[in-house]
């Protein structure tokens, strides 16, 4: 008899629940979120922050949790922004590059939050937990937390979900067949973007080329997307 070898199931590891719920507090404001008050005041910025799960660190940094469907918890990025600019801050010397939450629990002192060594990360889309929240909203996709975040307050029609980078089109985006999906790449990804979710097996994706036709020389300097567009109009 011929042996049926069956695919084995990795393990998915989660960050638990009560870790994510004791850096969300509306209350307590991170530089990302002041910048976001400045545009669309203290009351909706409470209740994006409650709705997309947007933690806070101790020394004001932002947390992106990434939360699937199934509302588990995957990990959460951590990233400093200028709270007047709203621009990410890259310094090094001003602890400026990007963390995780698992990597920072895993160097925990606390057994209790200490993450096992062999603990490993599987990535979901940011925003993902919102699909299951709103089964008939389409789903408009963007590759930075911020800009999905963002546009979710300008746009509420949409679901807002990002990549959480230029080249994280993969798998991820399985979990959105059977949905209607508009792409909104940065003004500098239109081209991969088009080439890349052609590929995509399965999934009804679109790609807008509104910024690719509205963008400025200075637009492409500043490597300007979607919500940046927003902003200035909503300004204006």
Known sequence: RPVIKTKEKKQLWTITTDIVKSTVNPEIESDFTLFLTGIIGRENTRKIVKEHYIGVTKSRDVIFYQIDTEGR?????????????????????????ITWVHSVLKQSRDPRLRLPENWTLTQCLFGEHL????????VALVESEK???????????????????????????QVLRGRKVVAFPDVDGYQEWKEKL??????????SDVLEKSATDEDRVNHVDIADLLIQRHRK
């Open 131 to 138: 699909l299951r929240q709103y089964p008939l909203k389409n």
């Open 73 to 97: 918890c995957r990990t959460g990025k951590i990233m400093k922004y200028d709270r007047d600019t709203g621009h990410r801050i890259k310094e090094e010397r001003t602890g400026g590059r």
């Open 198 to 207: 052609s590929q995509v097996q399965g999934v009804d994706i679109v790609v």
């Open 147 to 173: 800009t999905a975040v963002i546009c979710s307050s300008f746009w509420p029609e949409y679901i807002w979900l990002a990549t959480g980078g230029k080249s994280q089109l993969n798998d991820r985006l």
